[in-house]
């Protein structure tokens, strides 16, 4: 069984994910782009996996659009996306674990949502760090 750990971007919010997950999406849907500001989310699906919060369970929100099954768990604090529980198990945002990940994602979905910019984004200029300035 795979142990996997996680935590916010302010460190409030800490947690532990047992077991294996069964699906990774890269979702391309308007609300996921939303949730994300970004062309998708990266969302790990575990219908079997057992969550254990560490710490700052207390700091967790979670926002559920009105009339659907589409939720975001957030951190309070720093508005990092965490876990969130679905059916008998939990959808984990893949950005949201500190342990290493070796499963790769098993689909785009909803891609006829994607943003316009969204298309071959592996021709994009790449830097290891920010140019210029050595950060990362």
Same mark, same amino acid.
């Given at each position: 069984m795979t142990t996997h750990q996680g935590s916010c971007l302010c460190g409030a919010v800490r947690f532990e994910v047992q077991g294996d997950f069964e699906r990774f999406y890269l979702c391309h849907c308007?609300?996921? *782009?939303? /949730?994300?500001?970004s062309a998708h989310a990266?969302?790990?699906f575990g219908p079997a996996v057992a969550? +254990?919060?560490?710490?700052?369970?207390?700091?967790? +929100?979670?926002? +559920?659009?009105?009339?659907a099954r589409h939720a975001k768990a957030f951190c309070a604090t720093c508005g990092s996306a965490m876990p969130r529980p679905m059916g008998a198990g939990f959808?984990?945002?893949?950005?949201?674990? /500190?342990?290493?990940?070796?499963?790769?994602? +098993?689909?785009?979905?909803?891609?006829?949502? *994607?943003?316009?910019? /969204?298309?071959?984004?592996?021709t994009v200029? *790449?830097?290891d760090t920010i140019s210029g300035t050595g950060k990362t």
């Open positions: 308007s609300r996921c *782009r939303k /949730d994300t500001g990266a969302n790990l969550l +254990t919060w560490l710490a700052g369970q207390q700091n967790v +929100t979670t926002y +559920t659009v009105p009339g959808v984990v945002p893949a950005g949201s674990l /500190d342990s290493a990940l070796v499963m790769r994602p +098993t689909a785009h979905i909803f891609v006829a949502s *994607r943003a316009a910019w /969204d298309h071959e984004l592996e200029e *790449r830097h």
